[in-house]
């Protein structure tokens, strides 16, 4: 090859700039996640184990002059769980994708749809290529306390009350769970400086027989007492008071068992309320009770009030509560009705009195 010398040798080579402009453009428009049981899904009421269907609408803008085809794809908290490929030709056009999945993992999550998922196509407008919703996965179960009835219905002291608790699952799973039965009551015992004359110990006693727990609560104690509580008969208390300020508002620890006995050497004090948690066969068993989706089941338990020399506290109105899944141990559809309270009044048995005086003359002749 000959090269040949030219005069100008910087005239030979023209540059010129080319501008392409973006032709496409893809947008996700709606995301509707529906499914079986609820076709116009309502996000709480997802269960684990469920199949869902996610439906996405892709508007498709193509300047282009030739068609093509893009990645749609569904994540689960950036999880890719599936992935679609969409054909499409010149023009504009709608395009509806479907995914299907079964939720496998309980609790809130975000369901999101990216269509350019790889983003391989350069757009007018990359920031509307996604789409997401929030779901909220339970594991199916939704225990409830539907109600409670007492037998007899007018009990008075000394009586045992069979307590009836009916608990159902409205979940659609299957499951157990634990069950508390709970008697709630006001009562009146108060304690003054006074009643310490002659540096005397006082023993106040409270006890529901059979309770498995029991607890008093304080609404005042006087700085400067000191009061000891004491489950039953066990020489070690689970808690001592010895105040140096004004106490208000104040549970006792629980006390195992049935009694519970506050100690005061001296100060001032006003109990009002004590609590005690019922037996029942389950718990005595430390078993949970099963039950299978849309079913329910009653539960028996016992507010024993045979012991008169306790009147004065069982006496009145006792708020009966009983608690399913009391620890929310248990995802559930609806947590607001796990408890019910029901009241029932205990009247007095006996009435003592005096319904004659006789004097004999000391001395009187027969």
């Given at each position: 090859m000959t090269l040949i010398p030219e005069l100008n040798e910087t005239n030979n080579q023209r540059n010129i700039q080319v501008y392409v402009r973006k032709s496409r453009d893809f947008s996700l428009t709606s995301l509707v996640s529906y499914s079986?049981?609820?076709?116009?899904?309502?996000?709480?009421?997802?269960?684990?184990g469920e199949k869902l269907f996610v439906n996405v609408s892709?508007?498709?803008?193509?300047?282009?002059?030739?068609?093509?085809?893009?990645?749609?794809?569904?994540?689960?908290?950036?999880?890719?769980?599936?992935?679609?490929?969409?054909?499409?030709?010149?023009g504009n056009e709608t395009k509806h994708v479907e995914f299907d999945l079964t939720v496998d993992k309980a609790g809130n999550h975000s369901l999101k749809v990216c269509v350019d998922c790889n983003d391989?196509?350069?757009?007018?407008?990359?920031?509307?290529?996604?789409?997401?919703?929030?779901?909220?996965?339970?594991?199916?179960?939704?225990f409830a306390v539907?109600?409670?009835?007492?037998?007899?219905?007018?009990?008075?002291?000394?009586?045992?009350?069979?307590?009836?608790?009916?608990?159902?699952?409205?979940?659609?799973?299957g499951g157990s769970t634990i069950i508390e039965f709970y008697d709630n009551k006001s009562i009146e015992l108060k304690r003054t400086r006074e009643d310490y004359s002659g540096g005397r110990t006082i023993n106040d006693v409270i006890r529901i027989p059979e309770a498995l727990k029991i607890r008093v609560h304080f609404s005042y104690i006087a700085a400067g007492s000191y009061i000891k509580i004491y489950e039953g008969d066990n020489p070690i208390p689970i808690a001592v008071y010895n105040t140096l300020s004004d106490i208000s508002d104040n549970w006792t620890e629980w006390c195992d068992g049935d009694t519970i006995r506050i100690e005061s050497h001296f100060g001032e004090f006003t109990v009002d309320r004590y609590e005690a948690m019922l037996p029942y066969e389950a718990m005595l068993a430390n078993e949970t009770v099963n039950l299978s989706a849309g079913t329910s089941t009653n539960i028996p338990s016992v507010?024993?009030?045979?012991?008169?020399?306790?009147?004065?506290?069982?006496?009145?109105?006792?708020?009966?509560t009983v608690k399913v899944d009391p620890y929310n141990q248990v995802d559930e559809l609806n947590e607001t009705n796990n408890a019910r309270t029901v009241q029932i009044d205990v009247n007095p048995s006996l009435d003592f009195a005096v319904t004659n005086i006789y004097f004999e003359p000391e001395g009187a002749c027969s």
């Open positions: 079986i049981k609820w076709r116009d899904l309502n996000t709480s009421h997802i269960f684990l892709l508007n498709i803008t193509n300047f282009a002059n030739c068609g093509g085809k893009t990645d749609v794809c569904l994540f689960m908290d950036d999880d890719l769980l599936d992935k679609a490929t969409v054909v499409f030709s010149k391989t196509v350069k757009e007018f407008n990359e920031t509307n290529n996604c789409r997401s919703i929030n779901i909220c996965v339970h594991k199916g179960n939704d539907t109600n409670i009835t007492f037998k007899p219905s007018e009990p008075l002291i000394g009586d045992i009350i069979e307590i009836n608790a009916t608990i159902a699952n409205f979940g659609n799973r507010l024993n009030l045979t012991s008169q020399e306790f009147g004065w506290a069982i006496n009145g109105t006792h708020n009966i």
